[in-house]
């Protein structure tokens, strides 16, 4: 569990230390999510810690004109977010930064095997846990870095298990999401600091499976990473990022306009 500890604590530890010299407006900065600042997605990654933490959850009444909370798992998440949003940046940094020393604390202690339901509601070993809190943490770094206009990081550790972690939904993007028809198959080609590539196809039971690249997919989608991770995190829509469609443009607009496979 060493491994993927550490890729956690990197990108926490890269998401402080671009904080520390952040002014008021940067903390006031919209982001990618709908309703959160910067300092929200700082007392969005607080609240999930503190939980897992075991600390008690804030009691506070949440206002009724929240127009980007869409359901009840929007409701309990910001919650966390809401109570910290009178509270100055530099306090909710220093909480943050509490609040991950303890976790960084008690982790070591906690048995890799010992299981923990994940963010889809499985129960799965505390290893494989904090595949998604690298990922989680790495996406909203990258969210961070966005709105204040400084990028980088890209390359982290974390990053592969943000890859790991988004590439369980392409089959479901294809086959479920799209319905794309028996036969057809779609290759993704990412380059930059986390290049790969990946070809789904379709077979007769209308399910969507890994294949072995084939020489004429009915559709190549080439993007760079960052690309990628702006499409499968929902971040951005398709008529905003540079992709290359090659093939069946149709069916390659379908499956960028469903290749969000977060809640």
């Known amino acids: 569990m060493a491994r993927v500890v550490a890729a956690y604590e990197q990108t926490m530890r890269s998401t402080i230390a671009l904080a520390q010299d952040f002014t008021d407006a940067d903390y006031g900065l919209p982001t990618d999510l709908p309703g959160w600042t910067v300092k929200d997605v700082l007392s969005h990654l607080i609240g999930i810690e503190r939980a ?3 600390d008690p959850a804030p009691q506070h009444t949440l206002p009724d004109d929240l127009p980007h909370i869409r359901n009840d798992f929007g ?4 919650v966390d977010v809401d109570v910290r949003r009178p509270v100055p940046g530099p306090k909710v940094l220093a909480e943050l930064v509490e609040t991950l020393d303890r976790r960084l604390a008690r982790l070591p202690g906690i048995d890799p095997d010992q299981e923990i339901t994940a963010p889809t509601g499985k129960k799965v070993p505390y290893v494989e846990f904090m595949t998604f809190r690298a990922f989680d943490c790495y996406v909203h770094e990258q969210d961070i870095r966005r709105a204040v206009g400084r990028p980088g990081n890209l390359d982290a550790p974390a990053a592969e298990y943000t890859r790991y972690r988004l590439g369980f939904g392409l089959p479901y993007v294809v086959g479920k999401k799209v319905a794309a028809e028996p036969g057809q ?5 990412v380059t930059g600091p986390v290049a790969f590539t990946r070809c789904i196809a379709v077979g007769d039971d209308r399910r969507a499976r890994d294949t072995e690249p084939v020489e004429t997919p009915t559709v190549t989608l080439t993007m760079e990473w960052e690309t990628y991770l702006l499409l499968a995190t929902g971040r951005r829509t398709p008529d905003t990022v540079p992709v290359a ?5 149709e069916l390659g607009a379908k499956v960028l306009a469903n290749l969000n496979t977060t809640p």
């Open 52 to 54: 897992l933490l075991g």
């Open 75 to 78: 409701r309990m998440l910001e």
């Open 185 to 189: 198959t779609v290759r993704f080609e």
């Open 245 to 249: 469609v090659a093939g069946d443009r």
